[in-house]
């Protein structure tokens, strides 16, 4: 509207107009003739013709777009429910491409005009709206605002907009698009930004790195070649290298690769280009310095995509101070964090705002990602990397690692103080910051810091367990070869050494290491010490056989626990202590002293101790002769802990001696077998007598069977056969199983294979040829898993077929 109330065309008087009518016309047939007017303004001829109707101004792709198929799909969807829908994500995620992918596919299916509007390489708020204004064809007209003749121009058109990268512009593309939704109804706006717009009618559509594939070796050669990520990797690398192409000796290369880079579509076009001089083995093992290696971009790239570090550094450079300074200081965690961590490196007089506001404005931005399912956030890996290199300029990598640091020596002074009791809150938050916890012995190793010891020692009990004793016992060599001036933290580290040294049946040296801890407690006189060494040294001798020693040392043990008043190191020492009562014969008291550990180790919350009692409480009513306590026993301990390498072998042998004593030889052969798997893949070996009585029960089972079913029988059971079997007592029993599944023509030909009849025989009686014959022996060899047909007629006759 003028400013005299004049029809902007014809300067005739205007019509009333609502408070919601910014400027308007006197007619519909003004309000046609200055559209009109508009498109129609060029200097040049040329151009008229191409302002006549822009359809869409979507650049031609110029390589294929792989996957994101149900993504573009959920895309249309939404795009048909509501006017404004916003793709989010960090740095490299593929959002432009998915953008314009989305969009070219509307304007196929439709006569919707699609205009995208490249706002990458705009640095002014004041570009935004003439960057439209030009995607739409339209120029300024005289004493018009730019903004007004574009808003007249759509509002009786359906358009698709793309605003494409809209981050560092939010404010001006939130203003912009609220006012296009406003007063052009026919609009839908298609927004790509590392951030929302935060307006009202906004869906927000988190882009996702591409899927990647496992890097299971077993699952590699088939899963890959279907991976997203692989498929654009393979495809951009074809670009560079016209023969590449997925084999046997790069598929697991190309797989690692892609997970390396978490499926982000820049990165793994960045590092496609490399195929031309470097095996993809090669690029895999460059990637611990990715920032560097990726920054082949191509030459028209805009700058943000030119190479991995500028796409990153872009978010970086929008943030603000606060939010840079968080995004620094989280980069020395490693594999995620929660928000108790994040505050002890975060919180200091450089950020003013709370750390929990800091963080959600970093998710918001696409540089924090929630882990599902939890209350922990993580970096990309790319993102840390880069936030790194800004703590390392800044000055800061000492002060963040020195506040780490502290953080871990507060939960691992537990190890000092109840080092039978850490409870499972403690065990938790060390597990899941194992990886930063990694990080911080690094660093004080490098610089000698005299914590070292007690953070090696949380840190090789998070290795121990999950199963990794080699490594933690490597770990701990290497901390007690370095001087140390603490020697509480020793003596923590040598009971830890020595009682993984005994787990794996290295006596000697888990003998040498205790001995060595018992000496130094004594000078040190802190009775949890005192306490801690006593245990260990039970449980080396124990090892070893010598169950009097181990029983003097357990009830010292346990006398300490009861001064100190500590119920979970007494259930500890209950438990040991019913152990070696059981060896020694003495089972009463065994059983009183499981069944006193039993429900305090339950109110501990821990899984693992809880299964150890159960385990051991299952030993104790099995030597009793109690077959239905001790079942029941074991059973609830793989309930309780699953398939833990640690605590599950335990439990399957005694079912197995369960079953043996009831008759069931080859199930009792298959769970020993599937236990002493386990125990083999994390390198454990049994204390002496559950080992003998393990193995007197094994041979005795294979007494009662034939050689070959003894055989087919000492096979572990898979994963999946197990799980059923502690989830839902399901016994897959392959030998039952294949039994009741023979049909009338395979038991006549076992029945008589059992007579002595040749194949020649058999095909006479059963009036078939001799071929016939061969080929049902063959598939019954592969039905009941034996290897030749004198074994078929011996599991014929040992069931009675006939």
Not at 193 to 221: C, K, M, N, Q, Y
Not at 569 to 590: F, P
Not at 708 to 728: G, K, M, V
Request: charged share 25%; net charge neutral; glycine share 6%.
């Amino acid at each position: 509207m003028t400013s005299n109330g004049r029809c902007a065309l014809c300067d005739g008087t205007m019509p009333p107009a609502t408070s919601e009518q910014r400027r308007s016309y006197c007619s519909n047939a003004c309000r046609q003739r200055a559209y009109r007017r508009r498109v129609t303004v060029s200097v040049t001829a040329p151009a008229t013709r191409q302002n006549v109707r822009v359809l869409s101004n979507l650049p031609a792709a110029r390589d294929t777009f792989v996957g994101r198929q149900q993504e573009l799909s959920k895309i249309d969807q939404l795009l048909r429910r509501h006017r404004l829908v916003t793709l989010v994500g960090g740095a490299g995620a593929g959002k432009t491409r998915l953008a314009l992918e989305a969009a070219g596919r509307l304007r196929r299916g439709r006569t919707d005009r699609v205009l995208l509007v490249a706002l990458g390489e705009i640095t002014a708020s004041r570009d935004v709206v003439p960057a439209l204004a030009d995607a739409l064809g339209v120029t300024a007209v005289t004493d018009e605002p730019l903004r007004d003749t574009v808003v007249e121009t759509l509002v009786n058109m359906k358009v698709v907009v793309v605003l494409d990268n809209c981050e560092h512009l939010l404010d001006t593309c939130a203003e912009l698009t609220d006012t296009l939704l406003n007063r052009c109804p026919g609009i839908r706006v298609l927004a790509t930004s590392r951030e929302a717009l935060w307006i009202t009618g906004e869906v927000s559509f988190h882009v996702e790195g591409l899927p990647v594939p496992s890097t299971d070796r077993d699952l590699v050669t088939t899963a890959a070649p279907r991976s997203e990520a692989v498929k654009l990797f393979v495809d951009r690398a074809r670009e560079r290298k016209p023969d590449f192409r997925l084999t046997l000796d790069n598929t697991a290369a190309v797989a690692l690769l892609c997970a390396r880079l978490e499926g982000m579509p820049l990165a793994i076009e960045l590092a496609a280009r490399w195929v031309q001089l470097l095996p993809v083995a090669d690029i895999c093992d460059r990637m611990d310095e990715p920032l560097e290696l990726l920054t082949l971009g191509c030459r028209k790239s805009p700058s943000r995509q030119s190479s991995l570090r500028e796409a990153i550094d872009w978010s970086y450079q929008l943030l603000q101070p606060d939010e840079q300074f968080a995004l620094r200081r989280l980069s020395v965690f490693d594999g995620g964090f929660d928000l108790t961590a994040a505050n002890e490196v975060c919180s200091s007089e450089r950020s003013a705002e709370p750390v929990l506001d800091v963080l959600s404005r970093l998710q918001a931005k696409s540089l924090l990602a929630a882990i599902p399912g939890t209350t922990r956030f993580r970096q990309l890996e790319t993102i840390r990397l880069h936030a790194r290199e800004k703590l390392l300029a800044a000055g800061e990598l000492d002060v963040a690692y020195e506040a780490l640091a502290r953080w871990f020596t507060d939960l691992s002074d537990v190890l000092l103080t109840a080092p039978l009791s850490m409870s499972a809150d403690v065990q938790h938050r060390l597990d899941n910051h194992v990886d930063s916890l990694l990080g911080t012995v690094e660093w004080a190793a490098d610089r000698g810091d005299e914590r070292l010891l007690l953070l090696t020692s949380a840190l090789a009990d998070c290795a121990a367990r999950s199963g990794r004793f080699g490594q933690a016992r490597v770990m701990l060599r290497d901390a007690l070869r370095r001087p140390s001036t603490r020697d509480d933290y020793r003596c923590v580290a040598l009971n830890h050494a020595a009682r993984f040294a005994a787990e794996q049946g290295d006596h000697d040296e888990a003998l040498e290491l205790s001995s060595e801890a018992s000496r130094l407690v004594r000078s040190i006189g802190q009775p949890a010490l005192v306490m801690s060494s006593r245990s260990t040294l039970a449980a080396v001798q124990q090892s070893s056989g010598e169950w009097e020693a181990s029983d003097v040392s357990n009830t010292e043990c346990l006398r300490v626990a009861e001064l100190l008043g500590e119920p979970l190191a007494r259930a500890t020492a209950l438990v040991d202590l019913a152990r070696t009562e059981l060896s020694l014969g003495k089972h009463e008291r065994a059983e009183k002293n499981v069944m006193s550990a039993l429900p305090i180790s339950r109110a501990s919350g821990v899984p693992a101790r809880i299964a150890s009692a159960l385990n051991t409480r299952g030993a104790v009513a099995l030597v009793q002769g109690d077959l239905d306590e001790s079942t029941h026993a074991f059973q609830e301990a793989l309930r309780m802990d699953g398939l833990n390498p640690l605590t599950a072998p335990d439990a399957l042998e005694g079912l197995a001696v369960v079953a043996l004593t009831r008759g069931q030889a080859e199930r009792a052969l298959r769970l020993e077998a599937t236990g002493r798997a386990m125990r083999r893949s994390v390198g454990v070996v049994p204390n002496p007598f559950w080992a003998e009585k393990v193995a007197g029960a094994m041979r005795t089972a294979r007494l009662m069977l034939s050689v070959a079913r003894a055989e087919a029988a000492s096979t572990p059971l898979t994963a999946a056969e197990t799980e059923a079997f502690i989830q839902d007592e399901l016994w897959l029993d392959r030998t039952e199983a294949a039994f009741d599944s023979l049909d009338d023509h395979e038991r006549r030909v076992i029945a008589l294979l059992t007579t002595g009849l040749t194949n020649q025989q058999i095909a006479n009686r059963l009036n078939v040829s001799v071929r016939t014959v061969a080929s049902r022996l063959l598939r019954l060899r592969d039905k009941l898993g034996v290897r030749s047909r004198e074994d078929i007629a011996a599991w014929g006759a040992e069931r009675a077929i006939g």
